[in-house]
């Protein structure tokens, strides 16, 4: 996993200013909650006095309150209150937690996790389609038990909807299958490649939602380590995109948050039926992937026989790659180790800048550069 990339934590409603919200990413535990001005704020989960979960604690004005011994703690880490130091007593200098910038859009609270300063981070994917009109875009929000490289590989590979999606496809029955020449291009962040499929019309319940085979125009790209967009032109003006939001929760669960746009069938009626065929759609990919194994893709690409068509995800590899040399990826072997023995925090901007803290940073894999 790794560190220095924005992820989603939760939807913006799930954020209150009545009770910390305790959501798990890159293995590490969060509490999230809004300060009194109604802004989402996000903070390491483990109090530095004895190590008890913020999360459950409560919201007091603009600070979290430790549930153990009351101390409290603002958006910005720093603890503002010691109840048994006395009325007067000042909390010391090294009575801080990690405290990370937090950005709300397209409905979903996005944390960055990383230490890396405001001008050097990586952008949050962005949604064009959010608020314009003629789009109508939903939230659909699911878990896999998988690690994350592998969950991501599935949205960016063209030769699979053919076996997979029976919704979609062919399911392996069109002998005239060929996959086209694939152009991928490097953007900052990722990478981006489209291809035209066939599709059949959906069946059954899912009828009027998709009635007729089309000739469809597909493009994918990441963006990050754990963002994808998959856009599908059905026919001129009627396109459907998901733009998906992976959060690793830990190296072998996911958690998926996937905003849905379309052009098409724009009354709210179809939002319920779209997403019944996103999940019948993630549901053919979950059982697979799932199953992968080994769960991480293997360390060097000559464990496994990569084709043409997997060259946006021979891409992907070397982005991770890249990123990693750069220090970013956490030692998940060395956590795993300590796991119940240490605490760790994943590393906020603050510690380019300050010293002094309780815990431990996550470990990570030394980078090369
Ligand atoms: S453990 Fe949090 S205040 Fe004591
Ligand atoms: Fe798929």
Avoid at 239 to 244: A, L, T
Wanted: glycine content about 6%.
């Amino acid at each position: 996993m790794l560190i220095n990339f924005w992820y989603a934590a939760a939807y913006s409603e799930a954020v209150t200013a009545d009770k910390p919200l305790k959501v798990k990413m890159l293995g590490q535990h969060f509490a999230l909650y809004r300060d009194s001005k109604g802004v989402a704020r996000c903070v390491s989960d483990i109090c530095i006095h004895r190590s008890a979960s913020l999360a459950g604690g409560k919201i007091k004005g603009d600070c979290i309150e430790c549930p153990y011994h009351g101390w409290q703690f603002n958006g910005d880490g720093a603890c503002t209150k010691i109840p048994s130091l006395g009325i007067d007593g000042k909390p010391p200098a090294r009575a801080k937690i990690d405290a990370y910038p937090v950005e709300e859009r397209y409905g979903l609270v996005h944390v960055f996790l990383g230490d890396l300063p405001a001008e050097e981070r990586p952008p949050i994917m962005e949604i064009p389609e959010w608020d314009q009109e003629g789009w109508r875009c939903i939230h659909l929000e699911y878990d896999w038990k998988t690690n994350w490289e592998r969950s991501v590989e599935a949205g960016l590979d063209p030769a699979h909807a053919e076996f997979v999606h029976t919704g979609m496809k062919f399911a392996g029955s069109d002998e005239e299958y060929i996959i086209p020449e694939l152009t991928v291009e490097r953007t900052e962040w990722g990478a981006q490649q489209s291809f035209d499929i066939k599709t059949i019309a959906a069946r059954g319940d899912l009828e009027h939602v998709k009635p007729e085979a089309a000739q469809v125009t597909a493009f994918a790209s990441f963006h990050g380590p754990t963002c994808t967009e998959t856009r599908l032109t059905l026919a001129p003006g009627q396109i459907v995109i998901q733009y998906m939001f992976e959060t690793p929760i830990d190296e072998f669960h996911i958690k998926k948050h996937l905003v849905s746009a379309r052009t098409v069938n724009l009354d709210p009626g179809f939002d319920k039926p779209t997403n019944q065929m996103n999940l019948f759609v993630a549901e053919e990919d979950r059982v697979i992937i799932e199953e992968v194994d080994p769960a991480i893709y293997p360390e060097s690409n000559t464990k496994e026989l990569l084709v043409p068509a997997d060259k946006q995800i021979a891409i992907y590899r070397e982005m991770i790659a890249e990123w990693e040399a750069r220090g970013w990826r956490i030692d998940t072997r060395q956590v795993a180790a300590d796991r119940g023995r240490i605490g760790y925090a994943i590393p906020c901007p603050a510690r380019r800048t300050q010293a002094n803290w309780t815990l431990d940073s996550t470990p990570m894999l030394p980078g090369k550069e």
